[in-house]
């Protein structure tokens, strides 16, 4: 499986491209899709201290992009690019129409990035899955 996505790396481009298309849209694409109304925002689960939906968001990219990507060069501008994206991306709802900046999504996507790259250490650190 992980070499599927490392040999298909417009999956993760894909899965990018339209995680930035949904949060600079104004209003919620996915509330329109499944309650028929561009203001309400479908909730996945109950959120926590950070936001859930934007922690799972975040997750499956990160998850994606650690399958994609092998080379330790690679890794290291894959961090920084989803933790940069995690923060700009929030901080564009400051300036989007119908979009609110919130701290708990800002964390949601945060925490999500970093779950993912602590795991990813702990899997290099420990020679786990050394093929």
Not at 34 to 54: K, Y
Request: no cysteine.
């Amino acid at each position: 499986m992980i070499k599927f996505f490392s040999t298909n790396k417009i999956i993760f481009y894909s899965i990018n491209f339209f995680l930035i298309f949904l949060y600079i849209f104004p209003g919620s694409l996915i509330g329109l899709a499944f309650n028929g109304d561009l203001e309400a925002q479908p909730q996945i689960t109950f959120d926590f201290i950070v936001s859930s939906n934007h922690f799972y968001a975040f997750l499956l990219v990160s998850i994606v992009g650690f399958f994609t990507f092998k080379i330790q060069k690679q890794i290291k501008y894959l961090k920084i690019y989803l933790i940069l994206l995690a923060i700009i991306l929030e901080l564009f709802h400051l300036i989007i129409p119908e979009r609110d900046f919130q701290w708990s999504d800002l964390f949601g996507n945060l925490s999500g990035v970093i779950i993912v790259i602590l795991i990813n250490n702990l899997i290099n650190r420990n020679e786990f899955f050394k093929e």
